[in-house]
Nanobody, 123 residues
């Protein structure tokens, strides 16, 4: 089992920044990828970013590329999502997730999910 705990959400003005964290525990392997997804009210869950534990390869949705950065700290078993230049359309519940095999942009690939953290961007 893999346990994921997301944190760091909050209320921020447009143009501001937030950093989300996802602490992992339990069984993890070097082949796992960690992803961030988000879901706004009335919308489907969408891919935001992903990172491979082993290769550090990263993947981003076009809507966040250049503004968001995903990273990881192996010593802390934690994955981060640095969000800069936030926009009102970034408002959503953000979820971290872990998967053993891609495609990493597909939420169906992910086996484990955190509880979600709310991000609200005011205009």
């Amino acid at each position: 089992q893999v346990r994921l705990v997301a944190s760091g959400g909050g209320l921020v003005q447009a143009g501001g920044s937030l950093r989300l964290s996802c602490a992992t525990s339990g069984r993890t392997t070097s082949s796992y990828a960690m992803g961030w997804f988000r879901q706004a009210p009335g919308k489907e869950r969408e891919f935001v970013a992903a990172i491979r534990w082993s290769s550090r390869s990263t993947y981003y949705a076009d809507s966040v590329k250049g503004r968001f950065t995903i990273s990881r700290d192996n010593a802390k078993n934690t994955v981060y999502l640095q969000m800069n230049s936030l926009k009102p359309e970034d408002t959503a519940v953000y979820y971290c997730a872990a998967c053993n095999q891609g495609p990493y942009r597909d939420y169906a690939s992910y086996d484990y999910w955190g509880q979600g953290t709310q991000v609200t961007v005011s205009s």
